[in-house]
């Protein structure tokens, strides 16, 4: 791992596998939350089995937790070695003539979206965490969905859900073209359908997780 974080390439397609690792987890992570809006049965069930099934909880979730550190970490450190390489800065820029503001202030979505991960970790990671093993709570079926709807009550928290989606989006409109770039998936053939698909990608992900946001909100 060493060797293959050592060299700028190295760095690119380990920045590329980390972001498409978690945008497989992003679908994943949408689909279990989408079946909140048809009821508590399939949306309890589901997470039923997330929360308590030992593959998920001690492997799955650890490797994930691993990903979106090491994703944020070698983003970091490719915005500070980007920012070395060119200490000199030039007397005019015009970056928007060739780049788009997201495209340039990355390191920012990405700080907003990792302040977002924090409140994201305390209402329910930390909350499942603190049931399950600190204060070792027995299990007690048809709480997820419960526990999901009172966190969407507090208009200030869904105002900051929906803010961190729509920046979510923004960074994944640059970042997922840019993913496999930095892979070499270039090709007059593929790239316009890859670039299509990844602005409906950005687009329809963040979405979804605000009409979750609001539709628990709205029907309280």
């Known amino acids: 791992m060493a060797g293959l974080i050592s060299s700028s390439i190295g760095r690119k397609y380990a920045m590329a596998f980390s972001a498409f690792f978690l945008l497989s987890f992003l679908i994943l992570h949408l689909v279990v939350n989408l079946l909140s809006l048809f009821g508590p049965n399939a949306y309890n069930n589901a997470s039923d089995f997330m929360g308590y099934n030992p593959l998920v909880q001690y492997i799955m979730q650890p490797i ?20 070395a390489a060119r200490p000199i800065k030039y007397g005019v820029n015009n970056g928007s003539a060739n780049s788009t503001w997201m495209s340039r202030n990355m390191i920012i979505s990405g700080l907003v979206i990792l302040a977002f ?11 499942e965490m603190n049931y399950k093993y600190i204060e070792g709570l027995p299990v007690v079926e048809n709480r997820f969905w419960t526990d999901l709807h009172e966190k969407f009550a507090n208009p200030v928290r869904v105002g900051l859900y929906v803010v961190s989606f729509v920046l979510l989006g923004l960074h994944l409109a640059h970042g997922f073209q840019s993913s496999f770039q930095s892979i070499g998936a270039r090709h007059p053939k593929y790239t316009p359908g890859i670039k299509a698909f990844g602005t409906w990608f950005s687009i329809l992900v963040p979405a979804g997780f605000i009409i979750i946001a609001l539709f628990h909100f709205i029907t309280q």
């Open 64 to 83: 994930l937790v691993a990903g979106v550190i090491f994703h944020f970490v070698m983003g970091f450190i490719l915005e500070l070695r980007n920012n």
């Open 117 to 127: 991960l924090g409140l994201h970790m305390y209402d329910f990671w930390y909350h």
